[in-house]
């Protein structure tokens, strides 16, 4: 079974903080996606990341996944409170059977203050 | 643009009563899932199909049944509602690539008494 751990559980920062969000596995996944969540709705894709090292960068946020496609960051630039919400990582597993199945991360819930 | 639509959005069951949860995408998926998502605990895979025709279990499928209708309906059932089933299940949809993204439905808040 492959495991996801995403840390932190919890961020309460003020507008304009930096912010750093960690998902680990000892497992390899093929890729790894990011997923954001509003209240009352189902979670969106923010990127997906399929390559060892890989760095991508939507606006103020950078995804990086790990040499080792083990683990995978989310950092957000100088957070807004439109950036409040949860965050799930997912990894999906490599082969014909995986059928797209994935493995999600507990999940960081993110609350920026004016 | 409806994507994945689940029905109902909220649910009571008393303990015993079951209930089926519809799932429909119009994005021609070979792939459906379905999760439930608890407090602190991500989402976790009940039941999925890889394509029609085929279902199988995932991390919890205890308590739960599943019929791949057609190509678009993918529905979720409880037999016999337990309190431990309150949760918030989702829908999703994808192509089935291992690097292609899944699609979500809004969820069903459903409550156990």
């Known amino acids: 079974t492959q495991l996801l751990e995403q840390s932190p559980q919890f961020l309460s920062i003020q507008e304009g903080e930096n912010l750093t969000v960690y998902c680990n596995s000892s497992?390899?996944?093929?890729?790894l996606q990011w997923y954001r969540q509003e209240p009352g709705e189902g979670p969106v894709l923010l990127v997906t990341?399929?390559?060892?090292?890989e760095v991508k960068k939507l606006k103020r946020l950078t995804f990086q996944f790990g040499d080792a496609r083990k683990d995978s960051s989310l950092h957000i630039t100088a957070a807004q409170p439109g950036d409040t919400g949860l965050y799930l990582c997912a990894g999906a597993g490599a082969g014909g059977t995986s059928y797209g199945k994935l493995t999600f991360g507990q999940g960081t819930i993110l609350t920026v203050h004016p | 643009n409806a994507g994945v639509t689940q029905t109902p959005k909220f649910q009571v069951l008393k303990t015993g009563q079951s209930m089926t949860l519809q799932c429909a995408q119009d994005m021609n998926h070979n792939s459906m899932y379905w999760y439930r998502q608890d407090p602190g605990m991500g989402l976790r895979l009940i039941y999925y199909s890889a394509s029609e025709g085929t279902t199988d279990k995932g991390e919890v499928p205890n308590g739960y049944n599943v019929s791949r209708l057609n190509k678009r309906e993918f529905s979720l059932r409880l037999e016999s509602a337990a309190p431990s089933q309150t949760s918030v299940y989702f829908c999703?949809?994808?192509?089935?690539?291992?690097?292609?993204?899944?699609?979500f439905g809004d969820g069903t808040r459903l409550s156990i008494l």
């Open positions: 497992s390899v996944f093929s890729s």
């Open positions: 999703a949809s994808s192509d089935g690539a291992w690097n292609q993204p899944q699609h």
């Open positions: 990341v399929v390559t060892g090292g």
